[in-house]
């Protein structure tokens, strides 16, 4: 489509008469750039990464999941845009970082991305599959690389339509289509609905993807919280708690929810809007009494989501912000997720806690998990079991005891399995509290 255009490895070019809603992995794989490679189609193996580049940021993203429509006015890089003489390609072929070679691509765009943005180097190939190297080697690559100092165009998104894909740039424009087309896919980042068009090819007739929207943008700390756009991806997110005491806490699990790749483009509110009940920020958003700001009005959380994969949103409403109140001074913040991979993987149990103290007891507490029923819920009765009590391991049972969830049971987790798993958390939340100087989890 001619009027489809971005930065590819620094030049400029257009999708021609791609669908917008093609896979950027399937669009490069036919003009013959082959480095990314498809491995799962899902982003979870990483090796269809490319990077986002703009201006002086670089984020690795899974091209399997981010189609044409979304790249529009920015710019993206492929392992071809490096080259076999880049330091980074060398460092993992003189490191003996490479076999197969199939993952490689995917784990050197990985690599670049890191050598700029920083951060743990485990982190950084935690959405990177690779079979046959071996982790070691490849870390042990990562340890010489240094970053190139090379920049990038500043992405200039805009207001567009290619068909019946549109990119509307105000809030006000995004409300007149909703209005025009009310059935049309509401796309954010996509690393969910991003599957429909990687694993189940659908070609939805009508998409307005809110990317663009100005007044959906950014991560700001209020004197109250934080306003997160409904645009913002995670990585804004983890950023902004990183840099603001009150959400410390938070770090550790953001850094758990995908990969980096799924949080470049992931976004809260699309979380929101797919309403899953393992969605990894809702208990959190529950858990500190989070509002949704939508176009018209301005509701908890607790009552934006009514059900399986339902929510509040009206035909002519769409999620604007959510704003996330600080924990009060002295409170517990925590939040746990239990998963078969400690590194992207989806839960099966999650909890988020935020409890209050006076006296030296519980004077209020908030516990929500997600996992445990339709949707991300409070558990009540839990909550009222610690209220004058001493947040301890008695007090963590007696919570555990009072839980009131008939919990799914799918091939992820047993009913059984996850209200003993829950217990288990609860008891974990008092150990926080009573042995601060232990750590939380213990790996290998």
């Given at each position: 489509?001619?009027?489809?255009?971005?930065?590819?490895?620094?030049?400029?070019?257009?999708?021609?008469?791609?669908?917008?809603?093609?896979?950027?992995?399937?669009?490069?794989?036919?003009?013959?750039?082959?480095?990314?490679?498809?491995?799962?189609?899902?982003?979870?193996?990483?090796?269809?990464?490319?990077?986002?580049?703009?201006?002086?940021?670089?984020?690795?993203?899974?091209?399997?999941?981010?189609?044409?429509?979304?790249?529009?006015?920015?710019?993206?890089?492929?392992?071809?845009?490096?080259?076999?003489?880049?330091?980074?390609?060398?460092?993992?072929?003189?490191?003996?970082?490479?076999?197969?070679?199939?993952?490689?691509?995917?784990?050197?765009?990985?690599?670049?991305?890191?050598?700029?943005?920083?951060?743990?180097?485990?982190?950084?190939?935690?959405?990177?599959?690779?079979?046959?190297?071996?982790?070691?080697?490849?870390?042990?690559?990562?340890?010489?690389?240094?970053?190139?100092?090379?920049?990038?165009?500043?992405?200039?998104?805009?207001?567009?339509?290619?068909?019946?894909?549109?990119?509307?740039?105000?809030?006000?424009?995004?409300?007149?289509?909703?209005?025009?087309?009310?059935?049309?896919?509401?796309?954010?980042?996509?690393?969910?609905?991003?599957?429909?068009?990687?694993?189940?090819?659908?070609?939805?007739?009508?998409?307005?993807?809110?990317?663009?929207?100005?007044?959906?943008?950014?991560?700001?700390?209020?004197?109250?919280?934080?306003?997160?756009?409904?645009?913002?991806?995670y990585a804004e997110w983890l950023a902004a708690c990183?840099?603001?005491?009150?959400?410390?806490?938070?770090?550790?699990?953001?850094?758990?929810?995908?990969?980096?790749?799924?949080?470049?483009?992931?976004?809260?509110?699309?979380?929101?809007?797919?309403?899953?009940?393992?969605?990894?920020?809702?208990?959190?958003?529950?858990?500190?009494?989070?509002?949704?700001?939508?176009?018209?009005?301005?509701?908890?959380?607790?009552?934006?989501?009514?059900?399986?994969?339902?929510?509040?949103?009206?035909?002519?409403?769409?999620?604007?912000?959510?704003?996330?109140?600080?924990?009060?001074?002295?409170?517990?913040?925590?939040?746990?997720?239990?998963?078969?991979?400690?590194?992207?993987?989806?839960?099966?149990?999650?909890?988020?806690?935020?409890?209050?103290?006076?006296?030296?007891v519980v004077s209020r507490a908030r516990l929500a998990?997600?996992?445990?029923?339709?949707?991300?819920?409070?558990?009540p009765e839990a909550e009222a079991a610690l209220l004058?009590?001493?947040?301890?391991?008695?007090?963590?049972?007696?919570?555990?005891?009072?839980?009131?969830?008939?919990?799914?049971?799918?091939?992820?987790?047993?009913?059984?399995?996850?209200?003993?798993?829950?217990?288990?958390?609860?008891?974990?939340?008092?150990?926080?509290?009573?042995?601060?100087?232990?750590?939380?989890?213990?790996?290998?």
């Open positions: 489509m001619p009027g489809l255009r971005f930065t590819l490895n620094g030049a400029a070019v257009t999708a021609g008469d791609a669908p917008p809603t093609t896979t950027l992995l399937d669009w490069l794989r036919a003009r013959g750039l082959s480095g990314t490679k498809e491995g799962c189609a899902e982003g979870d193996c990483g090796a269809c990464t490319v990077v986002l580049e703009d201006g002086d940021s670089r984020r690795p993203i899974n091209a399997c999941l981010c189609v044409l429509g979304q790249l529009h006015g920015r710019a993206v890089r492929t392992v071809e845009g490096l080259g076999r003489a880049h330091p980074v390609v060398q460092a993992m072929a003189q490191g003996g970082a490479t076999q197969c070679g199939f993952c490689t691509p995917g784990i050197v765009m990985a690599a670049w991305a890191w050598t700029r943005e920083g951060g743990d180097p485990h982190a950084a190939l935690a959405g990177n599959l690779c079979r046959c190297t071996g982790y070691r080697p490849i870390l042990d690559a990562l340890a010489t690389m240094a970053d190139d100092g090379a920049a990038a165009p500043a992405a200039v998104p805009d207001s567009a339509r290619f068909g019946g894909f549109h990119l509307p740039a105000t809030l006000k424009e995004a409300l007149a289509l909703r209005a025009q087309h009310p059935q049309a896919m509401l796309l954010m980042g996509g690393t969910d609905l991003g599957l429909r068009f990687s694993e189940h090819r659908e070609r939805p007739d009508t998409v307005i993807c809110l990317l663009n929207v100005a007044e959906m943008q950014g991560v700001a700390a209020t004197r109250d919280g934080q306003r997160i756009g409904a645009a913002a991806p990183r840099a603001d005491a009150r959400f410390a806490a938070l770090v550790p699990y953001l850094e758990r929810l995908g990969s980096r790749q799924i949080r470049a483009l992931g976004t809260v509110a699309g979380n929101l809007g797919t309403a899953s009940p393992i969605g990894d920020a809702l208990p959190v958003l529950l858990a500190l009494d989070a509002e949704v700001e939508t176009s018209a009005r301005r509701l908890p959380v607790a009552a934006f989501l009514t059900g399986y994969r339902r929510n509040a949103l009206t035909p002519g409403e769409l999620i604007v912000a959510i704003h996330l109140p600080a924990p009060p001074a002295g409170a517990l913040l925590a939040a746990e997720k239990l998963s078969r991979r400690h590194d992207q993987d989806i839960s099966a149990v999650s909890l988020a806690a935020c409890v209050e103290f006076m006296g030296g998990f997600g996992g445990m029923a339709a949707t991300a819920l409070r558990a004058g009590r001493a947040l301890d391991d008695a007090a963590a049972q007696a919570a555990g005891a009072a839980l009131r969830f008939t919990p799914m049971d799918d091939h992820r987790a047993s009913a059984a399995y996850r209200l003993e798993a829950a217990r288990g958390l609860l008891r974990r939340l008092a150990l926080r509290h009573t042995h601060p100087e232990l750590p939380a989890e213990v790996h290998a």
